[in-house]
T-cell receptor
Framework: GENVEQHPSTLSVQEGDSAVIKCTYS??????FPWYKQELGKGPQLIID?????GEKKDQRIAVTLNKTAKHFSLHITETQPEDSAVYFC????????????FGKGTMLLVSP | DTAVSQTPKYLVTQMGNDKSIKCEQN?????MYWYKQDSKKFLKIMFS???????INETVPNRFSPKSPDKAHLNLHINSLELGDSAVYFC?????????????FGSGTRLTVV
């Protein structure tokens, strides 16, 4: 089955800095890669996703890049703000049959004012 | 106007008891899921239902029995609760079992077995 590795497990930045979280996946048939943000006491919330037919996607301060050859994808957050502090999860899914999202182990991002 | 709602939010119970968690979605999605999040925040799929039919059943003890009375509801019943069952259980839904769209998660049920 799919295996998703996520790094780092914790990331501390100063407000205004950029943050980068990296994930690798094992199944070359995976073609959908979403990112989720989980705030304390809440469920994960989809913040951005990318499909394997594109290499980069941007939405305001967040962007995701995908390298299919190397089987890795990254989340980039620019101009970080304290409210960006949360646990971020990457995930991957293969487009065949009934498969579900496989999640990375999460990155706790702390943005200090 | 909650999209995916779970009840209860907190559940504290003794070992050996039986308990149920309920989930409802008003998004019109066809597919629903149960995920377990352990103390290290790892999210692991347990079950998936599509239009009331079980389509994915990961290696979960048979003390866990999901039920979907209709495509908007997915419940989870747990028999003979054990200490290791303590976790946060998330319900989620998506447009379909093969569509590449994100999942919408509920806010979770924190189960504590004492």
């Amino acid at each position: 089955g799919e295996n998703v590795e996520q790094h780092p497990s914790t990331l501390s930045v100063q407000e205004g800095d950029s943050a980068v979280i990296k994930c690798t996946y094992s199944d070359s048939a995976s073609n959908y890669f979403p990112w989720y943000k989980q705030e304390l006491g809440k469920g994960p919330q989809l913040i951005i996703d990318i499909r394997s037919n594109v290499g980069e996607k941007k939405d305001q301060r967040i962007a995701v890049t995908l390298n299919k050859t190397a089987k890795h994808f990254s989340l980039h957050i620019t101009e970080t703000q304290p409210e960006d502090s949360a646990v971020y999860f990457c995930a991957a899914r293969r487009n065949s049959g009934y498969s579900t999202l496989t999640f990375g182990k999460g990155t706790m991002l702390l943005v200090s004012p | 106007d909650t999209a995916v709602s779970q009840t209860p939010k907190y559940l504290v119970t003794q070992m050996g008891n039986d308990k149920s968690i309920k989930c409802e979605q008003n998004l019109g999605h066809d597919t629903m899921y149960w995920y377990k999040q352990d103390s290290k925040k790892f999210l692991k799929i347990m079950f998936s239902y599509n239009n009331k039919e079980l389509i994915i059943n990961e290696t979960v003890p048979n003390r866990f029995s999901p039920k979907s009375p209709d495509k908007a509801h997915l419940n989870l019943h747990i028999n003979s609760l054990e200490l290791g069952d303590s976790a946060v259980y998330f319900c989620a839904s998506s447009q379909g079992p093969t569509a590449n769209y994100g999942y919408t998660f509920g806010s979770g049920t924190r189960l504590t077995v004492v």
